[in-house]
């Protein structure tokens, strides 16, 4: 009976919406409103954006004006053409974004919420979210501190992950990145210079240009003035930012659909001269795409016989689990794979399809519980999926590995405080059942490492875990150190790379 009072109850409600005319209500403020127009200010891709709004006693915002600027003609201006009447129109702060104009939309938007908080409304009401500030304040981006460019005397021309057939002008003289965690394929075979090129980088979940730039300015210096951030974490480009630090090129991973929004602004990058070069890691065979994005990244910087040394050892690392054909095994264990852990809460898992742990898991030899489910499933490549608790329950896996549920990326600084490392997932109803919890089998994976150069290392974790009478002589941490040795500018402490419950 409750239920059907609720529904009846949203049926009401949302009726009444309807007789009015399906527009939003404007929020009751909690202090009183004074109509008037006013002004707003906040710094633009070029310089200061001045907003200036018109409210009226109900709190209505009655227009959006953006004064005076300097921003990209046929970019930034576009989101100036768009966003104030949105904000009008839905009486919200929720408004669709302009891709390749997000300095200047959010710039719009921060104005105008200075504006009418002046007027006695709380931005928050309709729908205005401060950015956060990062965890490690960054540069701001100077376009005087850009590498200078070299003349070019020649080209390159590459086939990259998509198929494409990309023509570069060489030598190389700057470069951009669509995720921080593409520069470890670059450090390896071009040093300090990798950071010295560097123009543009877009960000991840984790905050990976600033830890980045924590990790390695006390080593290689201040990279970070000629650095633009060119997208937010899982978002469209900036095309604004992309064209102001003019890379020769861009390499641009799989990861967070990057592929796709370099493509949605192809044909201006091409208008302006920007080749960029997909990348795709894990790609369909975690075993070869480090190396083949390796190769390929050397190929347009003309490095590539520093690029074998590098290439030929992480070779060697996946031979080391080729040859124990884990792939054909009728013993496999049965693994559970979840980004999170958290109480009560079942995260995202992945399938064996590639493009994700789960590949990776695959790949080590375990059977992923996932695939029974969702393997044939429109649904196999999707990121958002999760398993029915009682089925996790029902099959019972022998292990459960996990990413990002404890540190994050590149975290561990000294002056850090120790990480609080706890692992819910334990404590679900029925968990202290499952064999991999009472085995001491549940671990821990950094998250990055599923698309990033050292994904090597994630596999002989596994591999060893699941068949420890296989790979007795193998020991994951002394590769790794070996690894950061020969080819980084830091050593392996930089992450902690893998850990279990029992630690």
Request: hydrophobic residues 40%; negative net charge.
């Amino acid at each position: 009976m409750r239920k059907l009072t609720l529904i009846l109850l949203c049926l009401f409600v949302s009726g009444g919406m309807l007789i009015a005319g399906g527009q939003k209500d404007v929020p009751v403020a909690d202090t009183e409103i004074i109509a008037g127009t006013y002004e707003g200010l906040s710094h633009g891709f070029h310089g200061d954006l001045p907003v200036s709004v018109d409210v009226d006693s109900t709190g209505k915002i009655v227009s959006v004006s953006v004064g005076k600027n300097s921003e990209t003609k046929n970019i930034g201006t576009l989101a100036i053409d768009r966003i104030p009447g949105q904000i009008v129109e839905n009486q919200s702060f929720d408004v669709d974004s302009i891709s390749g104009a997000t300095v200047t939309t959010k710039a719009i938007l921060a104005a105008t919420a200075q504006a009418v908080e002046q007027a006695g409304m709380n931005p928050a009401d309709l729908g205005y979210v401060a950015p956060k500030a990062p965890a490690f304040e960054m540069v701001r981006f100077d376009a005087a501190a850009l590498p200078v460019k070299s003349e070019k005397t020649g080209t390159v021309t590459v086939t990259d992950a998509r198929g494409r057939e990309v023509t570069i002008e060489t030598p190389i003289s700057s470069y951009g990145i669509s995720t921080m965690d593409v520069i470890d394929f670059i450090i390896p075979f071009m040093g300090e210079e990798a950071f010295k090129m560097l123009v543009a980088a877009g960000q991840d979940g984790g905050g990976g240009i600033q830890r980045y730039a924590r990790l390695y300015s006390p080593i290689v210096g201040n990279y970070n003035e000629h650095v633009g951030q060119i997208s937010e974490h899982n978002a469209p480009f900036d095309l604004e930012m992309i064209l102001a630090t003019d890379p020769d090129v861009i390499f641009i991973n799989a990861a967070m659909g990057a592929h796709g929004h370099a493509m949605d602004i192809e044909d201006q990058l091409d208008a302006a001269g920007i080749p960029f070069v997909c990348i795709s890691i894990p790609g369909k065979d975690v075993s070869t795409a480090s190396q083949k994005a390796i190769g390929l990244i050397a190929k347009v910087f003309q490095k590539e016989e520093e690029a074998q040394d590098v290439i030929g050892f992480i070779d060697d690392q996946f031979a080391v689990i080729n040859e124990k054909d884990l792939q054909n095994r009728d013993d496999k264990p049965l693994v559970y794979y979840e980004k999170g852990g958290h109480e009560e809460i079942f995260g995202r898992t992945s399938t064996s399809a590639p493009g994700g742990w789960g590949h990776l898991v695959t790949y080590s030899g375990g059977f992923n519980i996932a695939d029974p489910l969702l393997f044939d499933t429109i649904a196999c490549k999707a990121t958002g999926n999760t398993l029915d608790p009682e089925y996790v329950l029902e099959t019972n896996p022998d292990y459960v590995v996990m990413s990002a549920a404890g540190d994050a990326w590149m975290t561990n600084f000294s002056d850090d405080p120790t990480p609080d490392i706890s692992f819910d997932i334990v404590k679900r109803i029925g968990w202290n059942e499952l064999k991999a919890v009472q085995n001491d089998q549940v671990y821990d994976l950094s998250h990055a490492m599923w698309r990033s150069v050292y994904s090597f290392n994630a596999c002989q974790f596994m591999a060893k875990k699941f068949y420890p009478d296989l790979f007795t002589d193998l020991d994951p941490d002394a590769v790794m150190d070996e690894f950061f040795e020969r080819f980084m500018l830091t050593d392996s402490s930089i992450t902690r790379w893998t850990f279990s419950i029992d630690e």
